[in-house]
């Protein structure tokens, strides 16, 4: 099979955003939800399934190729809702400039933002055979993020399943 075709239905992305946020959210007393196609993984990182006719493939050197979406949505809330963070249907963007996460940001999803870069020369193959992919926040990605973090803070690994297994 040429592998430049892969379907992709069956694909996952698995993505924590970043751990500490997470931590810190639900440390403080906050919460986060999740819902619309989106789960949570049982060390609290978010599953999100793939969108019909997503077109992420794998090229001859296993790294990723296309644009993909994925389905689900992730609320954080905490100190009484002054930390009100919403991302949704988060898309992996693969382009001659580089890498990218795009997502969007309120629940009408009429806009998106790109939240992360991603280093695919870094990527490595997971302990499933997922691809494992550095992911940084980009420069616009504050504004999900509750405008805390600099552009180029280190966030979770991608974790990409093209293919069911
Ligand atoms: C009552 C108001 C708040 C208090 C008392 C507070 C307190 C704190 C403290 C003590 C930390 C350091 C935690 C650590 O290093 O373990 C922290 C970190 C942080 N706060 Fe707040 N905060 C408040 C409001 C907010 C709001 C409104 C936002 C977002 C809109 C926010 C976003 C963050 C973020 C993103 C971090 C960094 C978490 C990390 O990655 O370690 N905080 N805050």
């Known amino acids: 099979m ?13 993505w924590g955003v970043k751990q500490s946020f997470r931590a810190y959210v639900e440390g403080s007393g906050g919460v986060i939800e999740v819902g ?10 978010f599953v999100f399934a793939s969108a019909p006719g997503a077109g992420l493939r794998l090229n001859a050197d296993g790294k990723p190729e296309g644009a993909g979406r994925f389905l689900g949505e992730v609320r954080c809330q905490a100190h009484g809702g002054m930390l009100d963070v919403f991302l949704a ?13 795009t997502v969007a940001d309120s629940r009408t999803r009429d806009r998106r933002v790109e939240l992360a ?10 302990d499933e055979g997922e691809i494992v992919i550095p992911a940084k926040l980009s420069k616009d990605g504050w504004r999900i993020l509750g405008d805390h973090y600099l552009p180029s803070t ?4 991608l974790r990409l399943k093209l293919r069911p297994s």
């Open 117 to 126: 870069l991603l280093d695919l020369a870094a990527a490595k193959v997971g």
């Open 89 to 101: 249907d988060p898309g992996v963007e693969v382009g001659p400039a580089g890498a990218a996460v």
């Open 2 to 14: 040429d592998s430049d075709r892969t379907p992709n239905e069956g694909a996952t992305l698995t």
């Open 36 to 45: 619309e196609g989106a789960r949570r993984a049982a060390d609290g990182e």
């Open 154 to 157: 280190p966030l979770d690994p």
